[in-house]
């Protein structure tokens, strides 16, 4: 499985940003998939994640209200709004597929990582 994370960029706080996650390889209609970030000198960290089924959703506190996940199983693609963005928010973006998603406990550990998109939120 391919991931190819697409639309980080530069913002000025307060705005918003899109990204994108096409997967390929294979279909991940039946499988979980999310969003990590690492900013620069900090550990990667979870950011959102989403079942099959788009059904449950899991976000992290810091971007709770901000930010929205979704997918479009037919196009094999996730795809993560970012708003009220905030100068924390800047990281390398990356998306991950497959795995385990636990919605209860707010974990997922994925099976797949794709590539990083850096998103850049000045202040």
């Known amino acids: 499985v391919q991931l190819q994370a697409f639309g980080g960029g530069l913002v000025q706080a307060g705005g918003s940003l899109s990204l994108s996650c096409a997967a390929s390889?294979?279909?991940?209609?039946?499988?979980?998939m999310g969003w990590f970030r690492q900013a620069p000198g900090k550990e990667r960290e979870f950011v959102a994640a989403m079942n099959w089924s788009s059904s449950r959703t899991s976000y992290a506190d810091s971007v709770k209200g901000r930010f929205t996940i979704s997918r479009d199983n037919a196009k094999n693609t996730m795809y993560l709004q970012m708003n009220s963005l905030k100068p924390e928010d800047t990281a390398v973006h990356y998306c991950a597929a497959d795995g385990l998603l636990t919605v209860s406990k707010g974990t997922y550990v994925p099976r797949y990582w794709g590539q990083g998109t850096l998103v850049t939120v000045s202040s």
């Open positions: 390889g294979r279909t991940l209609r039946r499988s979980a």
